[in-house]
C-alpha cells in the first residue's frame, strides 16, 4: 500500500511533463533568434561579405541551437534518470501509450525542423540575391592555371597567371557584381573569410554579388581539382575605401591595363543567376 501511493506520487502525469518541456521549445526558438545577435564562431569565419556575416549567423545560429536543444535534452535525460530510480522492487506502473507525451515529443522536432528551414531559406535568398544597381561589375574568368579579373565598364583587366597570384580590388562597403565563368574546365571560386564558393564551369555563367564590409586583403583559390597546377590556383581580394578604390582604377588605365588577354570562355549554353535561376 505504501509503494503503491509512492508509485502514484512520481507517475508521471502528461500535464506534468507538458510543463517541463514547453520551455524546450520556447529556448530552442530563441536559439534561432540570436542568430541576430553577435555569436560566437565555432571555429568558423564571421563572414567579410555581408553575405558571408548571414551565412556566419545562420551557422552560429544553428549551432547555438543545437547547444541548447541538446543541453535541454541531456538535463531532462538525467532528471529522468535520478528522479525515476529504483527505489523498490515493486513493478511500476506499465503504459501501452500516452498520447500527450507522444504528440509533444513529434511536435517539438517538427517545429525546430520548420524553423531551420524557415531561417535557412531567409538566408540563402540574400547570398544569392543580386543588387539592380551594382557599384561595380567584375567579370571573373578561371582558366588552367589562374584567375583574370575584367572590369568591363572600367576598361580594366587583371591577367594573373601561374605562380604569380593576380588580386582583385573591391571597394569596402559597396556591391560588387561578380560574373563567374570557366575558360576551359571546371574551377571552384572560393574565398574562406568570405563564407562563399561557387563553380566555374564552361558553358555556363554564375552571377553573384559581393559586399566586403572592411578594408582588407584576403586569400582566394580554386576549390576544384583542374589539372597539373591546380594547387597554384591563388588569387587576393583586397578591399579598399570607395576613394582609393577609384585611384586605383586610374592607375590602372594610364598603365594600359585594359586588354583581355585570358583565354575566351568556351561557348556559353547556360546562364544562371544564383538567385533567379535563368538559363537560356
Ligand atoms: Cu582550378
Not at 102 to 120: A, R
Request: charged share 15%.
Amino acid at each position: 500500500m505504501c509503494c503503491m501511493t509512492h508509485l502514484s506520487v512520481e507517475r508521471p502525469s502528461g500535464t506534468r511533463l507538458s510543463r517541463h518541456l514547453r520551455p524546450a521549445i520556447l529556448v530552442s526558438s530563441l536559439g534561432l533568434l540570436l542568430s541576430a545577435c553577435s555569436l560566437p564562431s565555432y571555429g568558423g569565419y564571421k563572414g567579410a561579405t555581408t553575405q558571408g556575416h548571414d551565412t556566419h549567423l545562420l551557422y552560429a545560429g544553428l549551432f547555438t541551437t543545437a547547444i541548447v536543444v541538446g543541453g535541454i535534452t541531456l538535463s531532462l535525460i538525467l532528471w529522468s534518470v535520478f528522479r525515476y530510480k529504483k527505489r523498490s522492487d515493486a513493478m511500476p506502473r506499465q503504459f501501452q501509450y500516452h498520447i500527450p507525451l507522444e504528440i509533444t515529443y513529434t511536435v517539438i522536432p517538427i517545429i525546430i525542423v520548420l524553423l531551420v528551414f524557415f531561417f535557412t531559406v531567409g538566408v540563402e535568398n540574400r547570398v544569392d540575391a543580386v543588387s539592380s544597381n551594382p557599384y561595380v561589375q567584375v567579370k571573373v574568368t578561371a582558366f588552367q592555371w589562374g584567375w583574370n579579373f575584367d572590369y568591363p565598364q572600367l576598361h580594366v583587366d587583371v591577367h594573373g597567371v601561374t605562380l604569380q597570384n593576380p588580386e582583385m580590388v573591391l571597394p569596402t562597403g559597396k556591391t560588387a557584381r561578380i560574373t563567374l565563368v570557366s575558360a576551359d574546365v571546371v574551377h571552384g571560386f572560393y574565398v574562406r573569410q568570405f563564407n562563399f564558393s561557387r563553380y566555374a564551369q564552361p558553358g555556363v555563367i554564375n552571377v553573384f554579388d559581393l559586399t566586403v564590409r572592411h578594408s582588407a586583403t584576403y586569400q582566394g583559390q580554386c576549390t576544384q581539382f583542374c589539372g597539373l597546377y591546380h594547387a597554384e590556383m591563388l588569387f587576393r581580394v583586397k578591399s579598399v575605401p570607395p576613394a582609393q578604390f577609384q585611384a586605383w582604377v586610374h592607375q590602372q588605365q594610364a598603365l594600359g591595363h585594359d586588354k583581355v588577354v585570358a583565354k575566351q570562355p568556351s561557348p556559353i549554353v547556360k546562364v544562371r543567376s544564383t538567385n533567379s535561376r535563368t538559363k537560356i
